[in-house]
Nanobody
Framework: QVQLVESGGGLVQAGGSLRLSCAAS????????MGWYRQAPGKQRELVAR???????TFYLDSVKGRFTISRDYPNTLFLQMTSLEPEDTAVYYC??????????WGQGTQVTVSS
């Protein structure tokens, strides 16, 4: 079992920056990747960024490339550095973790609101 707790969300002005953190506990050494998803009201949840445990592979949603950076302080903490924030980035952001044999875990989410 893995538990994930997000923090760092809040209200920022367009063009501002925010850093999200995800603290993982439990069987953290079994994780092969972690990532950030987001979901805006009435919208599908989408993968924003993902990083493998070895840091060899990263993924970014096209709309956040060049603005967001995912990193991991192995093994327990995941970060999402968000810069040049836009109103379209407003969503609940969820930490996600993947286990080797297919398990997947979610945090409760943290609200990010970007004012125009």
């Amino acid at each position: 079992q893995v538990q994930l707790v997000e923090s760092g969300g809040g209200l920022v002005q367009a063009g501002g920056s925010l850093r999200l953190s995800c603290a993982a506990s439990g069987s953290v050494l079994s994780l092969i990747a972690m990532g950030w998803y987001r979901q805006a009201p009435g919208k599908q949840r989408e993968l924003v960024a993902r990083i493998t445990s070895g840091g060899t592979t990263t993924f970014y949603l096209d709309s956040v490339k060049g603005r967001f950076t995912i990193s991991r302080d192995y093994p327990n903490t995941l970060f999402l550095q968000m810069t040049s924030l836009e109103p379209e980035d407003t969503a609940v952001y969820y930490c996600n973790a993947e286990r080797f044999l297919g398990g997947q875990y979610w945090g409760q989410g943290t609200q990010v609101t970007v004012s125009s």
